[in-house]
């Protein structure tokens, strides 16, 4: 199935419109009482804007014009030129309940991830709202080591998380990553790291070309309550 577009606009403080593309799949819909898990990825510096085209470029929007058979629902807002993600974590939080409510995913295999910029903002999201993802993948990012940096550390510990980075980024500093990796090793985090020493700043096409990044996703699953 293709990718389609759409606006979401919400009102927290002040109006924000993220335009996104949204990848339901092969089979969606065709028994009543199927739920589907979702991804939210999350794009990097170079997409912003409101060419919704540009977010096509990497990751998984990349990935689903290539594969016949995708078995997320996948959601891939593009971040307004002003803007970057980790300042827009209320905002994509408001996108994930919009299209849980429109569509039939399932609650407890919700998943996120995103490259560079996108992984900054896959890391402020999660600690931001960690009750909600079922598994992280946040690709050559990382946090700021200010005042709030312990408190998103704990808050994490639960989540699954896998990093990827290559060694030879000159954009984003591998440390970056290795920092965060630490920083949850040392509260017990269910966490593990990738490094690859071959690889610059494009260590997300590697990632997401690997199945075995979507094998382990789908077994990650969180509890939760009954309605």
Request: glycine share 8%.
């Amino acid at each position: 199935m293709s990718q389609t577009r759409h606006i979401f606009e919400t009102i927290i403080e002040k109006k924000v419109s993220l335009q996104y593309l949204l990848y339901l799949p092969k089979g969606y819909g065709e028994k009543p009482g199927d739920k589907w898990p979702l991804v939210l990825f999350l794009h990097g510096m170079g997409e912003r804007g409101s060419d919704l085209d540009l977010v096509k470029k990497h990751g998984i929007p990349k990935v689903v014009m290539k594969r016949q058979e995708f078995p997320f629902v996948a959601v891939s807002p593009q971040c307004p030129m002003e803007s970057t993600w980790p300042g827009l974590t209320d905002e994509l939080y408001a996108l994930l309940v919009d299209v849980m409510r429109k569509y039939k995913i399932d609650e407890s295999r919700v998943y996120l991830t995103g490259l560079s910029m996108g992984g900054y903002g896959a890391w402020y999201l999660a600690s931001a709202y960690p009750k909600l993802f079922a598994a992280v993948v946040p690709i050559c990012g990382g946090m700021m080591r200010d005042a709030g940096f312990q408190d998103r550390i704990n808050v994490l510990k639960r989540v699954p998380i896998w990093i990827f980075h290559g060694e030879k980024d000159e954009a984003v500093p591998v440390q970056n990553s290795k920092d965060v990796f630490d920083a949850l090793k040392k509260v017990r985090g269910r966490v593990k790291l990738t490094l690859y020493p071959d690889l610059g700043h494009d260590s997300w096409t590697r990632t997401y070309d690997n199945p075995e990044l979507y094998e382990w996703l789908l077994k990650q699953k969180r509890r939760t309550k009954k309605k």
